[in-house]
Structures are given as structure tokens and as C-alpha cells.
């Protein structure tokens, strides 16, 4: 009995992966629909490549110091309890690989391409998984603080604050540091539009993102027994809540529409397990109008050119869904309990500071040291042609 219950912990913890893996195809075509055609061919190939530099970092350095535990024994050693402790490196590895994932996003169009690999390497071998072994692995003595200052310990069941606060931060300072495409913003203070190129290649990604994210949360459980389908549906309610709030903010724009429940989605990770439902379904509605507000502001009036809005949907929902697991999460508001508005507002922070520092080191001294950006001829004739030499439709390049 012990070894199938191992074996069924085991399957469940892979087909999480397996789910958040084929999310990363929903950040390449989310990317793909929003980017300029002359970009298309290079979104895809970065969130793959990505996704590989990641495995290697995550493989080599990045698990160790989260966890502390390597693999460097032999595999009859590794292969031990079904190999589920292979399969949850596996499923934690999808989370951390999303982190240049979102970055991507913000830096599309004009990023170089091996500067953003080494990037890659060092968020996801450094900088991410020291704040994920900070809240997840309790390391540093950093939750044990938490729970004696403020009576609870930082609670974020699936990642709004350790993947998605932290990946949308870590992409601000190299969106900053990139600057804008050029043509975005004119000289006179008009704001030139640089509309999305395919809205169903932008509607297929938000889908599968969707699709994956109940992966993405539901399996955080890592166990079968711990399966909860409050869960499930309370990330099915702030879903509908971010959808139906970036509907009316957003005024009908398919985009806002697309991007409204990945910020519902991205809010309720951290207090999926203990939200009432229709706590959840306000967590998702407040994130839904924080991301068109925010990216409308970020956009037109900061002239901040944020591609996909990564730092309004990851950075800010993903804040917004760690404090709000501090409210929705207590029994006074129909939750479970066991949190604490202190312990997550800290907390939350803690991971922006964490994420905006590493940031802007990783992407200030690569910029320093050998340049991030395309320059201006590369930049026009686009990333597709300029870094891969093929364009998403060379049939208009060929010689009949």
C-alpha cells in the first residue's frame, strides 16, 4: 500500500508538471499574438530556450540552494519512492523557469538574445530560488520571524508572491534599464500605437495559461491525499472575477479581455487553499481592473513600454493576491484561517525587494558589460530576421 500510494503521489506531482509545463507554450503564443510579426519567430524560440537555460540552472544550482538537495548520487539512489522526489524537482522547476518567462514579455522586440540567456541562467540558478527557499523551504530563519512578529508565517500556496510578484519585479528594472521600442513614445509627447499582431494567437495562449493554471495550482498540494478541490474552484471563481472586470474596465479590448483571467489566476495562487469562494472571485475583480488600469497608466502616461504588461500582471496582481490572502484568508472574511494581514503585507514586500534588487543587478550589469538591447537597424528590421534569420512567413522572402 505504501508503494502505491508513492507511486499515485508521484503521477499526480508529474501530471503538475507536465500542466505547467504546456503553460510555457501558452506564454510563447501569448507573446507570439502581442508582439509585432517581424518578432513572432523570436518569441517562440526564447521561451524555449529559456525554458532549457532554466532546466540547467535549476538542475545544477538553483534546487540546492532553495532546498538544499542535489543530484549527484547515483540513479538507483534517485530512483528511489517511485522517483518522486525527480518528479517534484521536475514540478517546481516549471515554476521557477516561468520567471524569464514573464520576463520575456516586458523585454520583447528589442532585447539581444544571449544577454537574456545569461540572464535566464542567473535569475533561475540565484535569485529566484533564494526567495523560494526563503517562504518554501522556511531557510534563514526568514518565516520563523514572520510567525513571531506578526503571529503567522508568510502563506502563498501556489506562487503569487514567490513566482509572480517576483517574476513581474525582477522585469521591471530591465524594462527600465532596456528603455522603450523605438517609434513607441514621440518626441511631442504622443504615444505611437504598436498594436498586437495576431489577437488569436494572443486569445490561444491566454488559454492554455488558463487551462494549465489549474495544474499550476490544484498540484501545488504535491500530494494526492492533500488534493483540494477548494482549490480548484476557487481559482475557476477569481478566473471569471478577472475576466469579467477587465470586460467592463478594459471597455470590450479583446486584449484586457485575454489578460483579465491570468491576473485573477495570478492573484488567488497564494490564498487558494483557504479563500471563501466569493473571496476569491473579489481577489480575482480587484486584480482584473489592476491590471487595465495599471497597464493603461504604465503604457500611455509613465511611458513605460512594458510589451505584454508583465509588471502590472505579474508584479502587481501577484502582490495584490499575497496581501489578499491576508484578508480573504481569515475566518472573519469566510476563510480558514491560519494567516495574518502583517505576516503577508511583510512578506510581500520582502519578495518585491528581493525580486527588484536582483533585477536590477542581473540586468544592470549585463547592460554594463556587454549590452542588452538590439541596435537601431536590428531593432527595425526585427528580432526574427536580425537574431534568427528567418522571418514567422518567409514564403514573402522567397524567390519565385
Not at 500510494?5 to 506531482?13: E, I, N, S
Not at 525554458?51 to 540552494?65: D, E, K, M, R
Not at 521591471?172 to 504598436?194: E, F, I, Q, T, W
Request: charged letters at 10%; hydrophobic letters at 55%; aromatic letters at 12%.
Amino acid at each position: 500500500m505504501n508503494n502505491l500510494a508513492t507511486g499515485a503521489d508521484t503521477l499526480f506531482v508529474l501530471l503538475g508538471a507536465i500542466m505547467v509545463l504546456a503553460m510555457h507554450s501558452g506564454f510563447a503564443f501569448l507573446e507570439l499574438g502581442t508582439v509585432r510579426r517581424k518578432n513572432q519567430v523570436n518569441a517562440l524560440v526564447k521561451i524555449l530556450t529559456d525554458f532549457s537555460v532554466s532546466t540547467i540552472a535549476y538542475f545544477f544550482i538553483g534546487y540546492s540552494i532553495a532546498y538544499g538537495v542535489d543530484f549527484y548520487s547515483g540513479a538507483s539512489v534517485l530512483a528511489q519512492k517511485n522517483g518522486y522526489d525527480l518528479v517534484k524537482f521536475f514540478f517546481l522547476l516549471t515554476f521557477a523557469a516561468a520567471i524569464p518567462a514573464i520576463v520575456s514579455g516586458g523585454i520583447a522586440e528589442r532585447a539581444r538574445f544571449n544577454p537574456q540567456l545569461i540572464a535566464t541562467f542567473l535569475l533561475v540558478g540565484f535569485v529566484y530560488p533564494f526567495f523560494e527557499g526563503l517562504v518554501w523551504n522556511k531557510n534563514m530563519g526568514f518565516q520563523a520571524w514572520l510567525n513571531a512578529s506578526f503571529g503567522a508565517e508568510l502563506h502563498d500556496f501556489a506562487g503569487s508572491v514567490v513566482v509572480h510578484a517576483v517574476g513581474g519585479w525582477i522585469a521591471l528594472p530591465a524594462v527600465l534599464l532596456l528603455g522603450a521600442r523605438r517609434g513607441r513614445y514621440r518626441n511631442d509627447g504622443m504615444v505611437s500605437a504598436h498594436p498586437p499582431s495576431s489577437i488569436p494567437f494572443l486569445a490561444l495562449g491566454a488559454w492554455v495559461l488558463t487551462v494549465g493554471w489549474f495544474g499550476f495550482n490544484v498540484m501545488s498540494a504535491q500530494k494526492l491525499e492533500a488534493i483540494s478541490g477548494l482549490v480548484a474552484v476557487n481559482s475557476l471563481m477569481a478566473m471569471v472575477g478577472g475576466t469579467l472586470a477587465a470586460l467592463v474596465i478594459g471597455k470590450n479590448d479583446p486584449g484586457f479581455i485575454h489578460n483579465g483571467p491570468l491576473a485573477g489566476l495570478v492573484a488567488v495562487c497564494a490564498g487558494s487553499d483557504l479563500m471563501h469562494p466569493i473571496g476569491a472571485l473579489v481577489t480575482g475583480a480587484v486584480a482584473g481592473v489592476l491590471f487595465v488600469v495599471m497597464f493603461t497608466i504604465t503604457q500611455n502616461r509613465w511611458k513605460i513600454d512594458d510589451v505584454l504588461g508583465v509588471w502590472p500582471l505579474h508584479g502587481l496582481c501577484g502582490a495584490w493576491g499575497g496581501i489578499a490572502a491576508g484578508i480573504f484568508g481569515l475566518q472573519a472574511f469566510g476563510g480558514m484561517g491560519g494567516v495574518t494581514f502583517g505576516a503577508q503585507l511583510v512578506g510581500t514586500l520582502a519578495g518585491v525587494g528581493v525580486a527588484l534588487i536582483g533585477g536590477a543587478v542581473v540586468y544592470g550589469g549585463i547592460k554594463a558589460a556587454m549590452g542588452l538591447r538590439l541596435d537601431a537597424e536590428e531593432e527595425f528590421n526585427g528580432a526574427d530576421l536580425s537574431i534568427h534569420k528567418i522571418s514567422a512567413s518567409p514564403e514573402r522572402e522567397t524567390n519565385w
